[in-house]
């Protein structure tokens, strides 16, 4: 259908439309057209991706002249190649009605281990072996060795993608992952770096988060982006956690071990070259005297992982000259491993601010903090000068390299924690230095401040004024949308007793009662034999998932299960999990029912739908409470409280309130569907806890589901699910709609629409 | 038929604990005669062959020494133990042959028809259906032998039970059971530290193919390298291992002992069949490229010890396998299917079959090579939102089914909600039409179908609905209608004895029936003494018939709106046409 929302005409892919995907297009329109930030929170299963592109791809068809663009930034992979699918059932749709015209670019960006097609490099284990293989045929050095020895391999991929040079295009169109592969496949031209190229002419371009918050790869992908840019981050209920973690570093034993071996490869790499063609060095130091830029024009494959740093902050100045001689450098770097291994050996927890950290470093390694900034640069050209093409061996040194820079770099918003041993486990000593970032709003601000709009959008974003304050941003739009349904399809339930009515929880002194656990048990067991289909039950922590299912299994619930559905659990291994998963799709697909047993914040949780019969019933048991002793988390918490006034006790409720909500919300997909929800704790009950639920769950959470038992929850289950299995009218009743048609939409007009809404 | 008779050396036991009395076995066609060695015991056996119902005997490969218990027609039963497998075998082979024909050629004189030449294993492929099928043989007992149809008749109608039968291909496989059978727990007899573990075929089969570590190793190391027993016994041992989640100890038992370090270390051949898997997996739920594309998570990036993350002990990482890993194993082999079609006697058998079907399988997974376009589309299925769409139309699964009476049955209560008073109204449409209607519709059907050929599906997935609705109504309707309870059925109330009268002619007239019209047109003498003979035969059922509604009529049920009015009116039509058909031929 098509239809007008003030001067553009959306075209959207299907016959009939939602009203709130209506309410939230209006809103988005209202964003771009007033070139600000905005922050819209929507249910999950009301269609918000497809709303979004439809509505931002529709807005630059309007506008030609503009170079308007549409980055879209995903949590993962999988979720990248479902919303490509989805632009591309909106680009056929486009197509179909405006003609050749409508034409678009959409790419997806991933690393070289999801796009190299060149069978000898993908077939490496992981990323980094893959990134250096790749290196190793593709480097601009290897390449000139190989233009004078025929027997230096190459990429032929990569050959061919050079030599077509300019030819070398993608047609327009949208191009999943594997379709760009597939079509480098057909040309004999390399899918990365195609894509890398493609990117600047694309009309839209989807990857993950950290190619924009993260400096190290935000300095290489998406240094060229245009102003005019619309940011779309989708499932952004974590995004600060993401900002976070882009900012900080970890050093462990193994880290400095790796990092002398990568220093003494290092000074015999130097020696050779001295040996050999000691001029190559004395450019690079004549280089470095002149202050040049250290990546002025490097060829697209030498370089790597740019500067951990904000680009704000890096000094456009020349290297310090105590570093400039490569000798010297080594010197600094293996001070700098000594005094960190020195700080390892601690027996105690210490907590330090980077200023302290820095002025200790100076008084007893001798190096100053403008030093420390420019280590990561400065070891960067030493190896493009070293001509190092396995990179992934020298990790290593980077990691200790970009905790320099970071801790050169910032005063304020991080800490340094030293751990001699993990809390969990005392008995193991496992020393760690963390430089922690707790400031979200560092690694974002450059985004905010890049591109014209940003768009952070989520299916829980509750409280919503919590976000602009952890990301420091003024919205211009800022709104919370509940979702109107034709038919009670979610039913929430708190479920607090168990079968012989003693309250569940995961509250720490309850969690190892043995009774608790076999109420969970049979709570699970009662509901596998009565609902269809596949059932998702979340635990609060891998080692609690672990602990729950060895004492099922010990006692017979499991085998029990086993009869009625087919189990299948999420592993930190993420091979085996991701295949549990296919299995489980098939398992519901067949009919044969399965459950999914997974964990709050794991891999599953964050962007695997369980939608249709995938997900019946939901099980989150327990609340999924952050470990409350982190020395990290206490820190972060006590900065919060100091820069923005958030009380500890709030942000935790928050936070784990936020990680049951996105657990339990991937059961419902669109209004057709349905799916339970049970809330396996005492502790939802409570009124302060509840109240952090995104409001299209608390909406329809009824007070008479507030407090169940095990056997109340079965006999609600079996009436919800009698219920949803009668045929019903989609478009709603008539007083109140759900389901638009185009002459609907386009007799509504914009008043009564928003009254609707609201 | 290779011996008329058979003779073996064996004991004879009178219960299962009796110790037995040594002695030679012999059984002809008619008797089995048992004599022992020692003239003095009790214990000499003759027993005629008809008075033996059913035999049953232990298998091999089960710890029971091979007895043979043959069954008599009053619950008794002849135990015998032979001295090996291959004794008891010929004995069984035997035995099943004697009473396959007694269940039919020892009680009639042998019809033998000179126009047909019937293979050996057909000839025991009808036998065996016959004994399978108890009113089949009732059936084929009144008209076969009473000569109403010839043999050749009868099981032309049952072409489709001769096939399948034959091919064995549709019969519907059993997969393997969804509970863990493979974690089996041993018993202890109480007094030692001994551990028994009882294993059966079934559960071997499913830790081979649960495990291919264990099934490579069972096929190289039995029986060249170790027996049987030893290789068990020390997969049991690491199972222990396993179990007592101690892998400093397992690293140590494995480093002592390298066939157990084949059973405690992680399977290698899952591994790489893990990584082959996983480019098939569907792109929405492929974890693992994220982790390839997460440049946050470089080692020792981001933060390591928040609250949010969790720590893992990375010792002896070799050596430790946990609990999920196994169920998350077991559920994708109990969805992979089974693969291996053999009797499960033999464990070297059972694990050559499954090298073989793997064999083939991974034969077929590398040649195929049209999954990811299947990928593809599946992805933009599940992408569109299904409520926004036009409706699609529904995919159809034809419909079989195997016992119309149960299936009319079951559906009756359906058939009744869903059109409830509508009944009246299809009856009425129907006496609507008139002969030419239907004509002209038939005929514009046929034209069509030679227009294009056969459509698939023939009939339209709504009319075909609203012909079953009508049918299921109109069928069994009565039935229920009587019956005050729906779930009882009018003929339940019926004394047992009449009930079965009435099902068996029920059966026989539908059996002449078919025979009957199929005659038609009569153009040889041969169809039209087959249709006079059928024709006698039934009316020689319609007495009976009448005996029996006048019973019902004495008893409690007095309504005439009976299930027998059916067959009353079928007579009746018979009756009236039949002048006109035999003038018509």
């Known amino acids: ?758 | 038929m290779a011996s008329t008779h058979v003779t073996k050396r064996a004991k004879y036991k009178t219960t299962i604990k009796d110790p037995g009395t040594p002695g030679t076995l012999r059984m002809t066609f008619e008797k089995i005669l048992f004599v022992p060695h020692n003239p003095k015991s009790a214990g000499k056996l003759d027993v005629e062959f008809r008075y033996i119902k059913g035999q049953k005997h232990t298998k091999e490969g089960s710890n029971k020494p091979p007895w043979l218990n043959l069954t008599n027609n009053q619950n008794g039963s002849f135990i015998f133990e032979f001295e090996n497998y291959s004794d008891l075998q010929e004995c069984r082979d035997f035995v099943g042959k004697v009473l396959a024909k007694g269940g039919e050629v020892s009680e009639k004189p042998t019809v033998a028809y000179p126009d047909e030449q019937l293979s050996a294993a057909e000839m025991e492929l009808r036998i065996k259906l016959l004994q399978e099928d108890s009113e089949l043989q009732k059936l084929h007992k009144q008209f076969v032998l009473s000569g109403v149809l010839t043999e050749t008749e009868f099981w032309a109608t049952r072409k489709k039970l001769l096939d399948r039968e034959a091919s064995k291909k549709t019969k519907q496989r059993l997969g393997f059971k969804s509970a863990m059978i493979s974690d089996i727990k041993p018993s202890t007899d109480g007094r030692t530290n001994k551990v028994t573990f009882n294993l059966t075929p079934e559960v071997i089969l499913q830790i081979f193919a649960e495990k291919p570590a264990v099934h490579r190793a069972f096929l190289s190391y039995v029986p060249n390298k170790m027996s049987e027993r030893t290789f068990w016994t020390k997969y049991f041992r690491a199972e222990y291992l396993h179990s007592t989640k101690n892998s400093i100890a397992a690293a140590a038992e494995a480093a002592e002992d390298e066939e157990l370090a084949v059973f405690l270390k992680q399977d290698d051949i899952l591994a790489s069949e893990a990584r082959k898997k996983i480019r098939r997996v569907d792109p929405t739920l492929d974890m693992e490229a994220d982790e390839g594309d997460d440049y946050t998570h470089l080692p020792d990036h981001g933060i390591l010890r928040e609250g949010s993350k969790e720590m893992t002990e990375s010792q002896n990482e070799l050596y430790k396998r946990s609990l999920s890993q196994d169920i998350n194993r077991h559920a994708a082999v109990v969805l992979e299917g089974r693969a291996v079609d053999v009797e499960l006697e033999d464990t070297k058998a059972v694990a050559e079959a499954l090298a073989q079907s793997k064999q083939k399988s991974s034969n077929k997974g590398e040649s195929d090579g049209d999954t990811s376009r299947e990928r593809l589309d599946r992805l933009s299925r599940m992408t569109e939102i299904e409520d926004l769409q036009g409706p699609n139309t529904l995919p159809l699964a034809p419909l079989c089914i195997k016992d119309p009476r149960d299936y009319f049955d079951s559906q009756q209560a359906n058939a009744l909600r869903s059109s409830g008073d509508a009944l009246g109204e299809i009856k009425q449409i129907k006496c609507g039409l008139s002969t030419q209607e239907v004509y002209g519709s038939l005929r514009e059907s046929i034209s069509s179908i030679r227009a294009m050929g056969l459509k698939e599906p023939i009939v339209k997935p709504e009319v075909a609905h609203q012909v079953f609705d009508a049918l299921t109504n109109s069928i069994s309707n009565t039935k229920y209608h009587i019956g005050k309870n729906p779930q009882e059925s009018v003929l339940d109330r019926l004394p047992r004895k009449t009930k079965e009268e009435l099902l068996h002619h029920w059966t026989s007239i539908l059996e002449l029936l078919k025979h009957f019209w199929a005659s038609y047109p009569i153009t040889t003498t041969y169809l039209y003494v087959k249709v006079n003979r059928l024709k006698d035969a039934m009316s020689n059922i319609y007495p009976q018939l009448e005996v029996n509604v006048r019973k019902i009529k004495n008893g409690e049920v007095s309504s005439l709106n009976f299930p027998i009015l059916p067959f009353l009116q079928l007579f009746c039509l018979i009756y009236l046409l039949y002048p006109s058909l035999i003038f018509l031929a």
Not at chain 1, 266 to 273: C, G, K, L, M, P
Not at chain 1, 624 to 632: A, E
């Open chain 1, 1 to 758: 259908m098509k239809f007008q929302i003030e001067d553009v005409t959306v075209y959207f892919p299907y016959d009939h439309i939602y009203p709130e995907q209506y309410c939230y297009m209006i809103e988005l329109k209202r964003t771009l057209d007033a070139k600000g930030h905005c922050l819209l929170e929507m249910p999950t299963g009301t269609g918000k991706t497809i709303a979004l592109l439809s509505l931002i791809t529709s807005y630059c068809l309007s506008k030609p002249q503009s170079p308007m663009k549409l980055i879209y930034c995903t949590r993962t992979v999988h979720e990248m190649e479902k919303t490509l699918a989805e632009l591309k059932i909106l680009h056929n749709y486009q197509i179909k009605h405006l003609g050749p015209q409508a034409r678009i670019l959409a790419i997806g960006l991933s690393s070289r281990k999801n796009l190299c097609v060149n069978p000898t490099v993908v077939a490496a284990e992981n990323r980094d072996s893959v990134d250096a293989g790749c290196r190793k045929l593709t480097a601009s050095w290897v390449r000139a060795l190989a233009s004078e020895n025929p027997d230096v391999a190459m990429c032929e991929f990569f050959e061919n993608y050079e030599k077509a040079a300019s030819a070398a295009v993608l047609p327009p169109g949208v191009y999943t992952l594997q379709e760009l592969r597939a079509f480098g496949k057909e040309k004999g031209w390399c899918p990365y770096f195609l894509a890398r190229h493609m990117v600047q002419f694309a009309n839209v371009v989807v990857y993950s988060y950290q190619y924009l918050l993260d400096p190290k790869v935000a300095g290489i992908i998406s240094k060229e982006m245009q102003k005019e840019s619309v940011v779309v981050f989708d499932e952004a209920h974590n995004i600060d956690n993401v900002c976070i973690e882009a900012l900080s570093v970890s050093v462990r034993r193994q880290t400095l071990e790796g990092a002398t071996r990568n220093l003494s490869r290092i000074s015999q790499e130097i020696d050779r070259f001295k040996a050999t063609d000691a001029s190559i060095l004395r450019a690079e130091y004549n280089r470095l005297v002149e202050g040049l830029a250290l990546r002025g024009n490097l060829p697209i494959t030498d370089n790597w992982l740019s500067n951990p740093a904000l680009p704000d902050d890096i000094l456009k100045e020349a290297v310090p000259g105590n570093i400039r001689r490569a000798e010297h450098f080594l010197h600094v770097l293996r001070r700098l491993v000594q005094y960190l291994s020195g700080r390892l050996d601690t027996e105690n927890v210490e907590k330090e601010s980077p200023v302290g950290f820095v002025a200790s470093l100076s008084s007893h390694a001798g190096i100053d903090q403008k030093t420390l900034k420019f280590c990561y640069d400065r070891l960067h050209s030493l190896m493009l000068t070293l001509e190092i093409t396995d990179t992934d061996e020298f990790l290593h040194i980077q990691t200790i390299c970009d905790f320099a820079t970071l801790v050169g770099t910032y005063g304020r918003g991080f800490s340094i924690i030293i751990e001699p041993f993990d809390e969990r486990m005392p008995h193991i000593p496992d020393p760690v230095l963390q430089l922690s970032c707790h400031d979200a709003s560092l690694a974002i601000k450059p985004v905010f401040d890049r591109f014209q709009s940003v768009l952070i959008t989520s299916g829980t974003l509750s409280p919503i004024d919590l976000y602009p304050r952890l990301l420091n941003f003024h919205p211009v739009v800022s709104r919370s949308f509940t979702m109107s349904l034709t038919r009670d399809c979610i039913c929430p339930m708190v479920l607090t007793r168990g079968s012989d009515q003693l309250p569940v929880s995961t509250k720490f002194d309850m969690r190892s009662d043995p009774g608790v656990v076999r109420n969970y048990g049979k709570l699970l067991l009662e509901m596998v034999s009565v609902v269809p289909d596949g059932i998702v039950c979340f635990f609060v922590s891998y080692s609690y998932m672990d602990g729950i299912i060895n004492t099922w299994n010990d006692s017979g619930i499991l085998k029990e299960i086993m009869l009625h559905k087919l189990v299948f659990i999420e592993t930190q291994d993420v091979v085996e999990t991701t295949l549990a998963l296919d299995n489980y799709r098939r398992a519901c697909d067949s009919g044969r029912g399965a459950v999914f047993f997974s964990v709050a914040r794991g891999k599953v949780a964050e962007g695997i739908d369980f939608d249709r019969h995938y997900g019946r019933l939901v099980i989150m048991i327990g609340v999924p409470f952050q470990y409350t002793l982190s020395k990290i988390l206490l820190a972060r918490l006590e900065y919060l409280r100091d820069t923005f006034q958030i009380k500890e006790g709030d942000f935790l409720t928050f936070d784990a309130l936020r990680q049951a909500a996105q657990c339990v919300g991937r059961v419902i997909r669109s209004k057709a569907d349905y799916g339970m929800m049970i809330f396996a704790d005492k502790r939802y009950s409570r009124h302060d806890k509840r109240s952090k639920l995104p409001s299209w769950i608390l909406s329809h959470l009824q007070d008479a589901n507030l407090n169940l038992s095990t056997d109340m929850a079965l006999h609600i289950a079996r009436e919800f699910l009698k219920k949803m299995a009668q045929p019903y009218d989609k478009t709603g009743s008539s007083d109140k709609k759900t389901l638009l048609s185009q002459e609907e939409l386009e007799k509504l007009g914009d008043g009564s629409m928003h009254e609707m809404s609201y």
